[in-house]
């Protein structure tokens, strides 16, 4: 693959992004289409992405309506009725996944790639920042943008190392070749694609056999998940409190969260996190592990990149912050699966016990809800009060029968209540809170400004 111009369909996601970016770093010519402008779509544009949101064929840059030197990059999310798709498919051009294009851009690396239903994105951020730390280095192709560097794709020309994130939608995952992978874990989700628990379970066996002779699979204890790797691939577990390598001595103070991780080299200690909520001390644990499987080992730069790190934006991400001890909080975060809420919801209440904690949840994807409507109301119901939004459709039609009153109705939360994106602000306004936590991989987080406009007035 090595073409003069790339065109991506579906060239806003954040996953595109990254390669979009790679491939401009090249000097190469890129362009694309997306549906709806965002403001990655107008970074991308400043940097030099030529992206339409005309989904016509008239619409194609006319350098790329050739299939002689022009690789069509595409999101398994866009149907093939898609106008674009169908062009270039009916005129015989060179067209791959995103994933199939990230599998050959990394495959000649050292590639340490992070899978599993949550996760994912907090633990291939923090392992791309000890290597940039440590002065290894990486090409990054993440799935949130890194707040240390404003971008989800870092660029080391020179290194010998990749840091993927792994998705496992539409079995994405299977293009890649490991080096190094980690599974954070294996809860069912996607089932519009896999159907039942059974085959998300063996596609993820199948990613266990994909890992290079010489290298590890790095994975949570206690998953259901039976790998499958192949002769030479030494099998290491993880975890916050057990497993080959796990944290110790865990201290908590106001705002800090100090302890020491423990790895087969030797222990790591006083590591201090930089986003200090609970489920990061295990997302600490594993992008350490991934690192110090490595030649890159260096526990001094652990500690110190584990420090320093800021996050990813729409992971934790604290929007809004009042003066003063009770001053209220809004935090965003991506998660969007019951297994994710439960922990985002855990995380916000050690922060911050005893306060008020207000939910705004906007379910995403319909199939998503009708599979998980229970689990989902359990989650939700461990906030003092939960507000939720109609479901963001993404890349389905609706399913009659199937809206946010399904989870609703079982939300065991003292204050409940559902309403749509215009009343948002207003109904947070008079909810009374300490603690914000908005919640969903949807667009809610493009209405925090307006909530934080309102509530200041």
């Known amino acids: 693959m090595d073409s003069e111009r790339y065109c991506f369909i579906g060239a806003g996601g954040i996953g595109m992004a990254a390669l979009e970016r790679y491939f401009l770093s090249r000097g190469k010519r890129v362009a694309g289409y997306d549906r709806t402008p965002s403001e990655l779509t107008a970074e991308l544009e400043a940097e030099g992405v030529e992206i339409t949101f005309d989904p016509s064929v008239e619409a194609i840059p006319e350098d790329m309506r050739q299939p002689e030197g022009t690789t069509v990059i595409y999101t398994p999310a866009v149907p093939d009725t898609m106008p674009w798709m169908k062009y270039f498919r009916d005129n015989g051009f060179e067209m791959m996944k995103r994933a199939q294009a990230l599998g050959i851009v990394t495959e000649?690396?050292?590639?340490?790639?992070?899978?599993?239903?949550?996760?994912?994105?907090?633990?291939?951020?923090?392992?791309?920042?000890?290597?940039?730390?440590?002065?290894?280095?990486?090409?990054?192709?993440?799935?949130?943008?890194?707040?240390n560097y404003g971008t989800n794709f870092l660029l080391a020309p020179t290194s010998a190392y990749s840091v993927v994130e792994a998705d496992e939608y539409d079995r994405s995952f299977h293009w890649l070749t490991p080096t190094v992978a980690v599974i954070t874990s294996t809860d069912p989700d996607h089932l519009d694609i896999y159907g039942n628990e059974e085959a998300y379970l063996e596609s993820f066996a199948r990613f266990t056999e994909l890992i290079k002779p010489g290298g590890t699979l790095i994975v949570h204890e206690g998953l259901k998940l039976k790998p499958r790797v192949r002769e030479g691939v030494q099998v290491l577990t993880y975890s916050r409190d057990g497993g080959d390598f796990h944290a110790s001595y865990i201290r908590r103070t106001p705002g800090h969260i100090t302890f020491d991780i423990v790895t087969p080299r030797g222990t790591i200690?006083?590591?201090?996190?930089?986003?200090?909520?609970?489920?990061?001390?295990?997302?600490?644990?594993?992008?350490?592990?991934?690192?110090?499987?490595?030649?890159?080992?260096?526990?001094?730069?652990?500690?110190?990149?584990?420090?320093?790190?800021?996050?990813?934006?729409?992971?934790?991400?604290?929007?809004?912050?009042?003066?003063?001890?009770?001053?209220?909080?809004?935090?965003?975060?991506?998660?969007?699966?019951?297994?994710?809420?439960?922990?985002?919801?855990?995380?916000?209440?050690?922060?911050?016990?005893?306060?008020?904690?207000?939910?705004?949840?906007?379910?995403?994807l319909y199939s998503r809800t009708r599979d998980f409507a229970a689990e989902f109301a359990d989650a939700l119901s461990q906030a003092d009060d939960v507000v939720m939004l109609p479901i963001y459709p993404a890349r389905e039609l609706p399913i009659p029968g199937v809206e946010s009153e399904m989870i609703l109705?079982?939300?065991?939360?003292?204050?409940?209540?559902?309403?749509?994106?215009?009343?948002?602000?207003?109904?947070?306004?008079?909810?009374?809170?300490d603690i914000l936590l908005t919640?969903?991989?949807?667009?809610?987080?493009?209405?925090i400004p307006q909530i934080i406009e309102k509530i200041k007035s």
């Open 269 to 364: 200690r006083n590591v201090n996190l930089g986003v200090p909520v609970e489920v990061n001390i295990e997302n600490a644990v594993a992008a350490a592990a991934a690192v110090t499987v490595t030649q890159a080992f260096d526990p001094v730069a652990i500690r110190e990149a584990i420090s320093s790190y800021r996050g990813t934006k729409r992971r934790f991400e604290r929007r809004y912050e009042e003066p003063g001890e009770n001053g209220r909080v809004i935090i965003d975060d991506y998660g969007h699966h019951p297994a994710e809420v439960a922990k985002s919801i855990a995380s916000v209440k050690a922060l911050y016990p005893g306060r008020r904690l207000t939910v705004a949840f906007q379910p995403h």
């Open 409 to 433: 109705k079982d939300v065991k939360s003292a204050d409940k209540a559902l309403t749509d994106k215009e009343k948002l602000a207003d109904t947070l306004k008079s909810r009374n809170f």
């Open 108 to 147: 000649g690396s050292v590639a340490l790639c992070f899978a599993g239903t949550h996760g994912k994105t907090t633990t291939s951020s923090m392992a791309a920042h000890i290597l940039k730390v440590c002065g290894a280095g990486c090409n990054a192709f993440l799935g949130g943008e890194l707040i």
């Open 439 to 447: 919640l969903g991989a949807g667009d809610i987080n493009t209405l």
